[in-house]
């Protein structure tokens, strides 16, 4: 087996199968991320039967970027949290904000259902 063939992999999204380069030291990301977007694809394709699947494809892309957004983005804090820095806060804090469903995902909810049904016009 050549080198440059251990760099090529198979991804397999919306059913459609695509050969990428990765160097070895990413592909396990690459293969994670490529399962994701399948499975988000897959899930807003059931929501909205209408859209065509590149708008799902978009949708799906555009939900979990907005996820990656809200989950990576500082906290705003109160005043009275800002204490809570100075001595220390526990990581549970941010934990329970990620477990509990947000606004954001609701948004992203109805940003779908809206799509589907401005696609029916």
Known sequence: ???????????????????????PEE??????AGEILDKRIKSIKRKTR?????RVAVLA?????NEFLVNNS?????PDKEEDKTQGSSSSDSLEEKDNPSEDDNLS????????????L
């Open 109 to 120: 909810l109805k940003l779908v259902d809206e799509i589907s049904e401005l696609s029916k």
């Open 74 to 78: 500082p906290i705003k804090e109160s």
């Open 61 to 65: 892309g555009l939900d979990i970027t």
């Open 50 to 54: 209408n859209l065509p699947i590149e």
């Open 1 to 23: 087996m050549s080198e440059d063939s251990q760099d090529i992999v198979n991804i397999k999204i919306a059913g459609i199968e695509y050969q990428l380069y990765c160097p």
């Open 27 to 32: 592909q396990s990301t690459l293969l994670e």
